[in-house]
Each structure stands twice: as structure tokens, then as C-alpha cells.
């Protein structure tokens, strides 16, 4: 495989709108790095199910976590899956209804997980998932007890077969309905963190991680 390059197989290319397929592996490693929740695709008792799951990456590999009794977690590993991240840039409003549309960018994964068994890799994995939702944060938290890694199951899958799919840039109208006075354009979409808000029973005297403090005061784009 070109590790440079996505996967090319009948499933990854886009059949609609070609044009917005990103084919450098970059893009991918881009959109995940930038997410917090994917959706994982698998088929439960012939019934199929959408799952929110938190997720990291290192490398070429996508680390899902879950319960050990989770249905998602058990049969995820005897069957192909499917993961998914979406990230809303704006949103994307015309002349006309029809060519309303979304800027986004999107990540499609397939594989088959394996369950991380051997206990320094499941650690890592568990620390890649908590890094991707806060960075900084499993250096100073309580390691987890025997018991409490025995309650979590951690999935790896490999990125070997994906696709990008990136829509960006103003709407494009019928060439007649520029002429109409309709405003039209782009309404950029944000993701912030807030104050950071204690817990209730926090012992006086413990201030917020500076590593949580920064992200509370990161603000959005002016552009």
C-alpha cells in the first residue's frame, strides 16, 4: 500500500461529485486529528447500528473504546466495520433552495477491528482515545486499575482502505440567479471549549490544569 496515498477500491471512490474526493493519506490523518466522536457502523443480530465512539489515532491505526459489554465492541471485531468522522466548516446558503448546501469534511473508514489484548498496547490505546478528547489530561489523572481496564474494551483498525470526501467555497448558483437580490454566501461553523466548570465536590484550593485553562480560552476564527 502507498502510504502517501488512500486506498483506491470500488467502495472508497466517490461515485457523486468526484471532484471533492481528497486522495492524500494527509487529509485523512487531518480530519481525524481534528475530531472528537466518530460513528461506528456494525451489524448487531442482522440489525445494523450507528454507534457514537470515542476514538484516537497514532499512525496508520484508529483506536476505538468502549464497554466490555457493549454490543458494538463484541461484534465489532468478528465482521467488517465502518467509521465514519464529519466536521461542519460552515454553512453554505444560496440564491436558490436547491443549491443550499454544507462545507464539511468528511472521513470514511472499512476494516475489521482486531480487540487489543496484550496490556501495554491496550494502555496506549486508552491514552490515544483520552489525548484526542484532552490533550495533556492522562499524565496527571489516575492511572486505571486492573479492574477498570478489565471493564473496557479497546479496538484497533487499521486505515488501510478509506476515503475523503471535502466540500469548501462559496454556493454555486444557476448563472440567471446571480442576478436576483438574495444575499448569499457562507456561515462559517466553530468549534470552541468554554470556562472550564468545576466539579461540585472538588476539594478547595485545586486550580484548573493549565493544559484545560488554555483550551477553555482558545476563540474561534475571526475569519
Known amino acids: 500500500m502507498n502510504m502517501t496515498s488512500l486506498s483506491a477500491t470500488a467502495r472508497t471512490r466517490l461515485g457523486r461529485l468526484p471532484d471533492r474526493a481528497a486522495t492524500d493519506r494527509a487529509a485523512l490523518h487531518e480530519i481525524l486529528d481534528d475530531g472528537m466522536i466518530c460513528h461506528l457502523g456494525v451489524l448487531i443480530d442482522g440489525t445494523p447500528r450507528v454507534i457514537p465512539t470515542c476514538y484516537g489515532r497514532s499512525g496508520d491505526t484508529l483506536y476505538l473504546h468502549g464497554s466490555t459489554g457493549a454490543s458494538s465492541m463484541m461484534a465489532g471485531p468478528s465482521q467488517e466495520i ?11 446558503l444560496a440564491r436558490s433552495l436547491f443549491h443550499h448546501s454544507i462545507n464539511y469534511r468528511s472521513a470514511m473508514i472499512y476494516g475489521t477491528p482486531r480487540t ?40 484497533a483498525l487499521p486505515l488501510d482502505e478509506a476515503s475523503v470526501k471535502i466540500r469548501q467555497g462559496p454556493p454555486g448558483d444557476e448563472e440567471e440567479d446571480y442576478a436576483l437580490n438574495i444575499w448569499a454566501g457562507v456561515l462559517p461553523v466553530h468549534q470552541t471549549f468554554g470556562t472550564p466548570s468545576p466539579d461540585p465536590l472538588l476539594r478547595p484550593g485545586i486550580p484548573v490544569p493549565e493544559h484545560i485553562a488554555l483550551r477553555g480560552t482558545e476563540t474561534a476564527p475571526t475569519s
Open 82 to 92: 465502518c467509521v465514519t468522522v464529519t466536521l461542519v466548516d460552515g454553512v453554505v
Open 116 to 155: 487489543v489484548t496484550e496490556p501495554a498496547e491496550k494502555l496506549t490505546g486508552l491514552r490515544i482515545v483520552t489525548e484526542q478528547l484532552a490533550p495533556g489530561q492522562w499524565d496527571i489523572a489516575r492511572a486505571p486499575s486492573r479492574k477498570e481496564l478489565a471493564a473496557v474494551t479497546v479496538l
